[in-house]
């Protein structure tokens, strides 16, 4: 959908918004909320956080809205510079963009973001939030990529193949209504125009 580089980065930044809120969600609540009440000794997340100081980021208590920020600037950069070139790259190897309906090609271009993000910021989650009190382990972190990466992927494919990206195409339709018309009647024009000839 995104034609030019301004529309690429608007639509990045949608996704990303939506996607970190959901991420940042998931990982306290479904991944570590156990392990945060069972340190503190209380019943609920937000409240076991609250008694830790933060989210533990480098060992250092971070606010759940610093988390939110690091993860945000993070995710946008590598989707900016990663993830959304190389997924166009590799839903091309596999469809021709003009011979293949949009929706499977953009769900082809979901599915290899996600099959590129999610490693990536998966790793970036288990350095922030790796335990380096017991010392630094390269085995224990790669055990922790993987584990991360077990428990994002599947949340990750679902959540973006059936609710994120149709957010966002719904969102980014209403911002570039005015130049995704002038395209449709650009194409209508054109098509009218090779009938004629």
Same mark, same amino acid.
């Given at each position: 959908? #995104?034609?030019?580089?301004?529309?690429?980065?608007?639509?990045?930044?949608?996704?990303?918004?939506?996607?970190?809120?959901?991420?940042?969600?998931?990982?306290?609540?479904?991944?570590?909320?156990?392990?945060?009440?069972?340190?503190?000794?209380?019943?609920? $997340?937000?409240?076991?956080?609250?008694?830790?100081?933060?989210?533990?980021?480098?060992?250092?208590?971070?606010?759940?809205?610093?988390?939110?920020?690091?993860?945000?600037?993070?995710?946008?950069?590598?989707?900016? $510079?990663?993830?959304?070139?190389?997924?166009?790259?590799?839903?091309?190897?596999?469809?021709? #963009?003009?011979?293949?309906?949009? $929706?499977?090609?953009?769900?082809?271009?979901?599915?290899?973001? $996600?099959?590129? +993000?999610?490693?990536?910021?998966?790793?970036?989650?288990?350095?922030?939030?790796?335990?380096?009190?017991?010392?630094?382990?390269?085995?224990?972190?790669?055990?922790?990529?993987?584990?991360? +990466?077990?428990?994002?992927?599947?949340?990750?494919?679902?959540?973006?193949?059936?609710?994120?990206?149709?957010?966002?195409?719904?969102?980014?339709?209403?911002?570039?209504?005015?130049?995704?018309?002038?395209?449709?009647?650009?194409?209508?024009?054109?098509?009218?125009?090779?009938?004629?000839?």
């Amino acid at each position: 959908m #995104p034609r030019n580089q301004f529309q690429r980065m608007v639509f990045a930044f949608i996704t990303v918004v939506i996607t970190v809120h959901a991420y940042v969600f998931y990982s306290l609540y479904v991944i570590h909320g156990n392990m945060f009440m069972q340190i503190t000794g209380e019943t609920g $997340v937000l409240s076991a956080i609250n008694k830790m100081g933060g989210v533990p980021v480098f060992d250092t208590p971070v606010p759940i809205w610093a988390v939110v920020l690091i993860e945000f600037v993070l995710a946008y950069l590598l989707e900016n $510079v990663l993830g959304s070139p190389l997924s166009f790259k590799l839903a091309c190897k596999n469809f021709n #963009p003009r011979e293949t309906h949009p $929706v499977l090609f953009e769900t082809a271009i979901i599915c290899a973001t $996600v099959g590129i +993000m999610c490693p990536v910021m998966s790793f970036i989650a288990a350095l922030l939030y790796y335990n380096y009190q017991t010392g630094f382990n390269m085995w224990t972190l790669l055990a922790e990529w993987l584990k991360l +990466m077990c428990y994002n992927f599947p949340f990750a494919f679902f959540t973006q193949l059936f609710f994120i990206q149709p957010i966002v195409r719904t969102i980014f339709k209403v911002i570039f209504a005015k130049d995704i018309k002038a395209r449709n009647s650009a194409k209508q024009a054109n098509k009218e125009q090779k009938v004629t000839v």
